[in-house]
């Protein structure tokens, strides 16, 4: 299975799974992916899977393959490539992948400026004499400092200014929610992305919204990286408590003796001997270690002993 992941932003550690094959990317709620960053269009751009494989489409805002380039047609993507909307850099991974400490961000160049030799009447005016008697470097080093200057005053001068913009742009783009109807629309948006409604029940109170079920440790993880986003990416006037639990699973049947080594097996409560490999009600024997002995099935199930 493969994901989206957002790599830096608002939504830095998000994930998307990947389950169908169109999903939209945006700032608006029923976006797939919504993304709160500024600049960030209602739909953006949308992801799409075909036969031909991978592609990212722009639709209302500007998007950049890894070298910074905008594109303007469907851009082929393959695991592990990265790109860019809007400045929020994004990358489709293997689910199982681990994510890099470091970030592959493609830096985009400055464009070099474009210097040409002064000609017209004053390109043959004299210079001061105090000027020619300066040496060249003296004259850089002079025009250096100033400009430093300069802009060490306007960034001093405009710095409060733009922070305080900033920040009223950061609390604007912050959807909020207001009440338990629209949580929990949001709630059942994701979860049903995520392939988990039929498995997490939602109650709701007057106080909030409470989840709650039984979920493989991978389905629970995808659970976890799905709240704290919420959190983080809305403002909630009501409580959402994650109390989600990992599965827990039972054998089907008893076992009363257990020998480890060369011959290791197992014998159940009706007296049938298991050897490694064997296979009972779905389940095969794969291991008998000094401390545990594990099976393999629909489920993974080791049993302590």
């Not at 990212?56 to 380039?69: A, F, M, S």
């Not at 400045?87 to 400055?110: F, H, M, N, Y």
């Not at 405009?158 to 922070?163: C, D, E, K, T, Y």
């Not at 001997?273 to 291991?287: I, N, P, Q």
Request: aromatic share 6%; glycine share 6%; charged share 20%.
């Amino acid at each position: 299975m493969y994901e989206l992941r957002v790599l830096n932003g608002m939504h830095e550690g998000a994930a998307l799974p990947l389950s169908g094959d169109a999903w939209i990317i945006g700032n608006a709620i029923e976006s797939e992916l919504q993304l709160c960053d500024s600049d960030i269009k209602p739909h953006h751009g949308q992801l799409t899977l075909t036969q031909a494989g991978w592609h990212i489409t722009p639709l209302e805002g500007r998007i950049c393959n890894r070298d910074g380039v905008r594109i303007s047609t469907p851009l082929q993507l393959k695991p592990g490539d990265i790109f860019t909307l809007a400045g929020v850099w994004l990358s489709l991974s293997d689910a199982s992948a681990p994510w890099s400490t470091t970030r592959a961000i493609a830096a985009q160049p400055a464009p070099a400026a474009d210097i040409r030799p002064m000609s017209g009447p004053f390109s043959k005016m004299k210079k001061p004499g105090f000027a020619r008697l300066l040496p060249r470097w003296a004259h850089v080093t002079a025009v250096s400092l100033l400009l430093l200057l300069a802009f060490t005053v306007t960034s001093w001068v405009l710095q409060p200014g733009v922070a305080q913009q900033n920040e009223n742009e950061n609390q604007f783009i912050k959807p909020q929610l207001t009440n338990t109807s629209v949580l929990r629309s949001v709630l059942e948006q994701k979860l049903r992305e995520r392939e988990l409604l039929s498995l997490v029940k939602l109650a709701t109170s007057p106080r909030g919204i409470a989840l709650s079920g039984e979920l493989s440790p991978e389905q629970l993880k995808i659970m976890q990286r799905m709240v704290k986003m919420i959190k983080d990416n809305y403002q909630l006037s009501v409580s959402l408590d994650d109390q989600t639990r990992v599965k827990s699973i039972n054998l089907p049947f008893r076992i009363i003796q257990i020998t480890s080594g060369s011959h290791a097996n197992i014998v159940t409560e009706g007296g049938q001997r298991l050897f490694v490999g064997d296979e009972r009600d779905g389940l095969r024997l794969m291991a008998i270690t000094a401390d545990q002995v594990q099976f393999a099935g629909r489920e993974t199930i080791t049993v302590k002993w």
